[in-house]
């Protein structure tokens, strides 16, 4: 059973930073700004040889009823309440603060065990904040630099002692096997991506049936991109919720721009990507600005039209308006799948996660070299390639090479002198020849080797 470990403290006292260090790689934002983290994120972490779970939360601050800062304080509530073990982090450099006395009250009363981490105590600096902590009654203070790496052997045995003895594997009781299906079952990858606002985290709430993620009328709630386990049908799906994707000349803050590089890793880890859109300005320049990443990125993709609900007209002919402003707008993903979504009602949950799973299955299908060929034979006929400085292109064959997304090796006389607009003609008659509505289609050109190239002519 795994241990679990809370990390809390107040705003800016290097809580991230722990976290990122423990779990071996940046998943969560840092910055100098206090308030950066809102959501909890959890990790699989690692010290020494000990095995736990992490989760990094909101810094403990006092907020109104209702505001954003009171219901980050109950995602931090929240993981207290999940963790078997927590740690306090105060700053050792600027010592103890009232609010740091005030939490340390709140951590007592968790009734958990309670390690105090002073953070940042690099140097000289660190001693004096170090020595204030004793007054707070949680032991003996553990001096580290969780940026630097400092302190991380006296973290370990103080971890040592709180978490259960291992397991010995020959004692434990076995599993049942898996079989075959079962093992080739693993969780898909998505990632929510879209403009601020559009809804995502409000949206996997729905999924989760839980308040799991911050929401708000606020743009840009969301900052880091927070994973969560989702099982649908017996399906797991791991789903990240992503910061709102601005134009690049409105980015301007720092943590905005560290916001938007975390949603763009998400797009290349997903194997397949929600694109959400308003359903009152969809298909804004923006939309499409997005849509062409993940095109460009290779990964299967869903339209989610969201706040279906506030629209007067919802009728079949509204979907069928969606779907030719989609073919309109994304010709490079030409049948994308669409779906019309209340992420605050639950409308088109079903239908969304369907989608997901088919794009899904489209992007790893493969097409056998027969059928292939068969095809080729039959497009090139009906639309020869044109002729290019007199010469008319010669085309060979082609070959699948990889699924994820289905990728092609077209072999020709001359690769540079095929224009695109052959190209993308072979792409959409191979996506209606196939079934490969919406799902990304690559077609690599490479020049067939000439036998006779190594053969020098005589000279006369």
Known sequence: MSFTIAIIGRPNVGKSTLFNRLVGQKLALVDDLPGVTRDRREGEARLGDLEFTIIDTAGLDEGAKGSLTARMQEQ?????????ALFFVID????????????????????????LVANKSEGKHGDAGAMESFALGLGDPIQISAEHGEGMGELYDALAKLMPEPVDEDEAEDDEPLTEEEAATRPIRVAIVGRPNAG????????????????????????????????????????????????????????????VADALRAVRFAEVVVMMMDAQNRFEEQDLRIADLIEREGRAMVL???????METKGGGAISTLRRDADHWLPQVKGVPIVAV??????????????????????????????????????????????????RLKLNYITQTKAR????????????????????????????????????????LREKANPFAHKRKRPS
């Open 76 to 84: 931090t509530e929240a993981a207290i309440a999940q963790a078997d």
């Open 342 to 391: 209340s992420g605050l009602m639950g409308e088109g949950i079903d239908r969304l996660m369907q989608a997901i799973q088919d794009a899904y299955a489209l992007w790893n299908r493969r097409v056998s070299t027969s059928a292939l060929n068969r095809w080729f034979e039959e497009a090139v006929q009906a639309n020869p390639p044109p002729a290019v400085s007199g010469r």
């Open 304 to 310: 989610a039209v969201n706040k279906w609900d506030l």
């Open 405 to 444: 997304p289905p990728s092609f090796v077209l072999f020709c006389s001359r690769a540079d002198a095929v224009p695109q607009s052959y190209l993308r003609y072979l792409i959409n008659s191979m996506r209606e020849a196939f079934d490969l509505p919406g799902t990304p289609v690559r077609i690599t």
């Open 92 to 115: 050792a450099r600027i010592g103890l603060t009232p609010t740091d006395r005030a939490f340390a009250d709140f951590a007592r009363k968790a009734n958990k065990p309670v390690l």
């Open 200 to 259: 995502k985290s409000t949206m996997i709430n729905h999924l989760l049936g839980e308040e799991r993620l911050l929401t708000s009328p606020e743009a840009g709630t969301t900052r880091d991109s927070i994973a969560v386990e989702i099982n649908w049908k017996g399906r797991e799906f791991r789903v990240f919720d992503t910061a709102g994707l601005r134009r690049r000349s409105r980015i301007e803050e720092k943590l905005e721009k560290l916001s």
